[in-house]
């Protein structure tokens, strides 16, 4: 069971069959929280849901919370995009100066839509490990305007399904509070790891939506990118 806060606000309720509770309440809710979750995830933790809430302008799962950034966070992230590693099927690494004006466009973005990509901290740590979130494409393609969800985790946080469940999250605020009625995820066809952590969300590939990513070079191994597709009311999670 999910830890709740019991000051006024709007709560958020993912259940395992994707139904959503709203509730709003100028009184501590606590026991009719408790009350309705049971009742709504009809088999509860046991049907294997990493349960979502979006409460005070963020995201919590079982380990994670997705916030908004802060100064604090700018260092590591900055690590993060200049390790070759994590940024393999990237064009090139970032500079601070780089990583930095990134930050900048993803909290304006969060100001102008409302959404965009979280920072992503340990809830056991508070240590931050990246982000997850829904971007719009800056590109042209015969997919957009639309919506992405999209993740970037420092690599010793791999191999833990941290990614595959803030992405969960985030795409469950997506359809259930921001009322999207698709989101799209794409990468180059040779990035195995995230296209499996595609499936796992239960996106779908059709190769008819494969594209030539027009910010990549023409004949760049990365150029070929797959793109991976979830409806609202489609969603197997």
Not at 107 to 120: N, P, R, T
Not at 125 to 145: K, M
Not at 211 to 233: I, K, N, T
């Amino acid at each position: 069971m999910p830890v709740w806060d019991t000051s006024p606000t709007m709560v958020w309720i993912t259940a395992p069959d994707a139904n959503t509770l709203v509730l709003s309440s100028s009184e501590p809710t606590t026991a009719i929280l408790e009350s309705r979750f049971d009742e709504a995830t009809c088999g509860g933790p046991a049907a294997g849901r990493k349960y979502t809430s979006f409460m005070d302008g963020e995201l919590q799962t079982e380990r994670l919370r997705l916030r908004r950034w802060n100064d604090g966070d700018r260092e590591p992230f900055a690590e993060l995009n200049a390790d070759p590693i994590v940024m393999e099927f990237f064009t090139a690494t970032l500079s601070r100066t780089e990583s930095d004006a990134f930050v900048d466009r993803i909290e304006g973005d969060f100001d102008s839509h409302g959404f965009g990509l979280w920072a992503v901290e340990l809830k056991s740590s508070g240590e931050f490990i990246g982000y997850v979130g829904l971007w719009n494409p800056t590109f042209e393609a015969h997919f957009t305007p639309a919506v992405e969800v999209g993740w970037r985790i420092a690599k010793r946080f791999w191999g833990s399904g941290l990614a595959t469940e803030a992405a969960r999250s985030a795409i469950d605020d997506g359809f259930d509070r921001l009322r999207f009625e698709e989101i799209v995820s794409f990468t180059s066809g040779i990035n195995v790891r995230s296209r499996r952590v595609m499936e796992k969300l239960g996106m779908t590939h059709d190769p008819d939506d494969d594209f030539e990513h027009p910010s990549v070079a023409p004949g760049d191994p990365l150029r070929p990118h797959v793109l991976y597709r979830l409806q609202r009311f489609d969603r197997h999670m």
